[in-house]
């Protein structure tokens, strides 16, 4: 059975940091592409970062790009986001998902496999 569990989520200050992880109980890991997303309360579900299979390549939504660092580990099945400079707005759930073939894709639907969730929560 395909899971992946969200992990690094919490109460944090703006301007904070927090380190989320995503581990994968996938067969073929190094195989698929891995994305990011969140949803804050009455909003849609929006695209954050994604990472081919390799982690050659990295797509990153504008309203986190310089500030959040998607990367993986192959080794340990497992996909992490890194977010620094942290603002009120980024308060959501946050989501990981894993999608076949493994480039990335900025799109929800396109991905098969996701996670429950972690709460990120950013205080002024």
């Known amino acids: 059975q395909v899971q992946l569990v969200e992990s690094g989520g919490g109460l944090v200050q703006a301007g904070g940091s927090l380190r989320l992880s995503c581990a994968a109980a996938?067969?073929?890991?190094?195989?698929?592409?891995m994305g990011w997303f969140r949803q804050a309360p009455g909003k849609e579900r929006e695209f954050i970062a994604t990472?081919?299979?390799?982690?050659?390549?990295?797509l990153y939504a504008a309203s986190v790009k310089g500030r959040f660092t998607i990367s993986r580990d192959n080794a340990k099945n497992t996909a992490y986001l890194q977010m620094n400079s942290l603002k009120p707005e980024d308060t959501a759930i946050y989501y990981c998902?894993?999608?076949?073939?493994?480039?990335?894709?900025?799109?929800?639907?396109?991905?098969?496999?996701w996670g429950q969730g972690t709460q990120v929560t950013v205080s002024s």
């Open positions: 996938l067969r073929t890991f190094s195989s698929y592409a």
């Open positions: 990472i081919s299979w390799s982690g050659g390549s990295t």
């Open positions: 998902a894993a999608r076949m073939p493994g480039v990335v894709a900025t799109l929800a639907s396109q991905y098969v496999y």
